[in-house]
């Protein structure tokens, strides 16, 4: 078995670093590690793979997909950014705390960092270039901010998580990820004030209590679709999969009916791009359903727990070390396969330290969101160089001080466990849990690990 590992690592290495997708390299990489195991790869692979989607609780994902992009297209983030602007924009540097919080607010509604990027980024920076901005500065603080609608709830990550984990409450992940993202974006808006007193940015005019107010209102029928995704989903009303559907429907009447800045005849290439988009995601998970199979059965899991918790006695530097390695990770693989193939790594180690696996997947996402702002495969980085009209080269030092912003926050989010549980709990979609100062995180006694979620 530790033969068929060692082929599976290096033939998925050495497609990496011949620029194969990264979804072919998967796939490949168990096809060649099945045939060495003596399995009928042609069978099994594509069994695994089947298996590996026909999951209700995905069907939530292209629905979400599609209401992002009807959302980015239908004005929403231009009436976020007058609401952001209304509300910090008169700061010194505004316009970055402006770019940052409508990041934000639009990640939340979205649930795609790539959306808000084109979105959000399509407007600010522009505005942030023309206001005497440094162009690095203004692609830095949207490709990071962006990342924080992953953690704001509605997100598909957290779907795809709730799914590799097993019996994870999409509702209990949707209501952890609140605190952890308003944090992440606090330290980089901490940044961002760093960069405006240094460099003199300009402030903008001061909003009175009449324009915050029309701001609001202009805004508010935008934000109040999380407001009837999460509390359907916390009330019982419906399941994530509904309220994803029932995005979709809310985003038509707000844009197309409403706002009507999306004609009719523009839908059926929405559709189309949304189903590009699924299809690349539904493959991902697929191929990586495919290769986690195959290390389980390489015993790799059990592997990487034995070496981790032989490493030291203290989870301290144990979740450190997790966090390096998924650092690493997220510099070459983007976060659904990293998700799929290193939750069933990584979560038996947590366990281990009795850290809940709601938490624990908070951990994970806000670690691989770094990653996606980080060359080879920064998705972010890259879109927000092409909005920005710059290059990797000349943000890559820009982007140091937020880098450093992210993980002091992922820190944070690690080692306070309340951050990401305290809400759950209060929301009731978590029983209370207990900590423990002996050992980092654990349940009572009785109430082992499973004393799970409670699905709403």
């Known amino acids: 078995m530790a033969a068929v590992g060692l082929i599976l690592v290096l033939v998925f290495v050495i497609l990496l670093v011949l620029h194969v997708p990264i979804a072919v390299s998967i796939a490949v990489a168990s096809f060649v590690a099945m045939l060495a195991d003596g399995a009928d790869p042609s069978v099994m692979l594509a069994q695994k793979m089947a298996n590996g989607v026909n999951s209700f609780a995905l069907l939530a994902i292209p629905f979400f997909i599609l209401s992002g992009y009807l959302m980015g297209r239908g004005g929403m983030a231009r009436r976020l950014i007058d609401l952001a602007g209304a509300l910090v924009g ?13 990041c934000m607010l639009f990640g939340s509604i979205s649930g795609s960092a790539a959306a808000a990027v084109s979105s959000v980024g399509g407007f600010m920076i522009p505005e942030m270039n023309r206001k005497g901005y440094n162009r690095e500065f203004n692609v830095a603080v949207t490709t990071t901010a962006a990342t924080t609608g992953l953690m704001i709830p509605p997100s598909n990550i957290m779907i795809v998580y709730s799914v590799a984990a097993g019996s994870v409450s999409i509702a209990a992940m949707f209501m952890a990820g609140v605190l952890p993202g308003i944090l992440t974006g606090l330290f980089i808006m901490v940044v961002c004030g760093f960069f405006a007193f240094r460099n003199d940015y300009p402030t903008e005019p001061r909003s009175n209590l009449g324009q915050i107010l029309r701001a609001f209102r202009s805004s508010f029928l935008s934000l109040f679709m999380v407001v009837i995704v999460i509390g359907g989903i916390l009330k019982g009303v419906f399941t994530a999969t509904e309220a994803a559907a029932i995005a979709v429907v809310y985003s038509l009447l707000l844009t197309v009916g409403l706002y009507r ?22 493959l991902l998970i697929g191929a990586s359903s495919g290769m986690s199979w195959i290390m389980t059965m390489a015993n790799i899991p059990q592997t990487v727990s034995a070496g981790l918790l032989g490493l030291s006695e203290n989870p301290i530097v144990i979740l450190l070390s997790i966090n390096f390695l998924l650092l690493a990770v997220g510099t070459f693989m983007d976060m659904t396969p990293a998700v799929l193939i290193f ?14 696996e709601v938490h624990f997947g908070i951990m994970m996402i806000a670690n691989l969101c770094i990653g ?18 710059t290059t990797i080269a000349k943000v890559s030092r820009t982007m140091v001080p937020f880098f450093l912003a992210m993980i002091v926050a992922l820190m944070f989010i690690t080692y306070v466990p309340s951050l990401s549980l305290w809400l759950p709990v209060k929301a009731k979609v978590l029983k209370a849990i207990e900590v423990e100062e002996s050992r980092f995180m654990k349940t009572s006694p009785d109430s082992e690990r499973g004393e799970e979620n409670v699905q709403p």
């Not at 996606?372 to 009209?389: A, E, Q």
């Open 90 to 102: 008169f700061l010194p540097g505004g316009l970055a705390y402006v770019n940052t919080l409508t």
């Open 261 to 282: 800045e999306i004609r009719m005849r523009e839908l059926p290439g929405i559709l189309l791009e949304t189903g590009i988009t699924t299809a690349v995601v539904m």
């Open 343 to 356: 939750t069933p790594i990584f979560l038996p180690v947590a366990a281990s330290l009795g850290m809940h």
């Open 372 to 389: 996606l702002c980080t060359p080879p495969v920064g998705t972010c980085l890259f879109i927000g160089c092409g909005v920005g009209k």
